[in-house]
């Protein structure tokens, strides 16, 4: 998908590049994964633009109480899809999706909800951490040159900033059987919220944790879960983010901050998410 992101990317800097100064969450951060997860699903124009509308609306009030009714209407939608794809199957993900599921047996909600999981992680914590990327360059011009005169460091760098300022702080599980962390008993069926941001600072994992090293080799961060919990998207997002950060230094470099930034609020996404939700630059 690399040549399809690409021209993604080249196509949103050329809306604003004339201009000399953009906002990059509107404008970048944000379009970019959603039109790549939705490139995935092989709809229509208009279908995509709903797809784009619906997740874009439950973003904005996904901590608020508006957010039940914004997933059942997006549910609905789906369902409404796999009717008509089952009517006219074709060469696509979601008559993929179906034929798959035959074996499975899951609902037509159970798979609308899966659609939507995938959508809106599809896009969301990957403008995450790419704001988070940005942010961090147009306040270090320094950086901004090293990449440029060191083009290979930009993929640590990401991982660097995605460690430092991990997009999804926690994760909740359930045990499958009792156990004893460093004297705290717990009980199967007991959950537990998975602190991904606070591993991503221990001392004794990570040598000066509490500091940006854009070329630190190792970095085994958990911003993407571990094990059998690995995010599936992990390399479309790091794909996504390094192409976009590469694109931006290469186009407008020298960018820096040309007004407010704003910052995701603290109990947004029920206190796990981690970004920048208005970031104005100019060049």
Known sequence: MEPKIQATVDRLVDAFIDRGRAELVDELSTPLPLDVITQLYDLGPQQTEDIRSYSLEFLEHASGPRSREILDRVCRYWISLFDERRAEPRDDFLTGLLESNE???ASDGE?????????YAGHDSTAL????ALLYLAEHPD???RLVDEPKLVPSMIDEILRYETPLHWFPRQL??????RGQHMQAGDRVLLLFASANRDPEAFD???EIVIDRRPNRHLAFGAGIHTCPGMALAKLETK?????VLRRIPGFRIDGGVTRTDPLEG???????????VTW
Do not use: W, Y
């Not at 951490?129 to 988070?132: P, V």
């Not at 192409?243 to 694109?247: F, G, P, R, S």
């Not at 029920?270 to 104005?280: A, D, E, K, S």
């Open 129 to 132: 951490g790419l704001s988070n």
């Open 143 to 145: 950086v901004q040159q």
């Open 243 to 247: 192409l976009a950060v590469e694109t």
């Open 103 to 105: 074996a499975l047996g």
């Open 270 to 280: 029920g206190g796990r998410h981690l970004g920048v939700r208005t970031l104005p």
């Open 176 to 181: 499958t059987k009792d156990a004893c962390l």
């Open 208 to 210: 000066r944790a509490d």
């Open 111 to 119: 798979l609308a909800n899966m659609m939507f999981i995938l959508t």
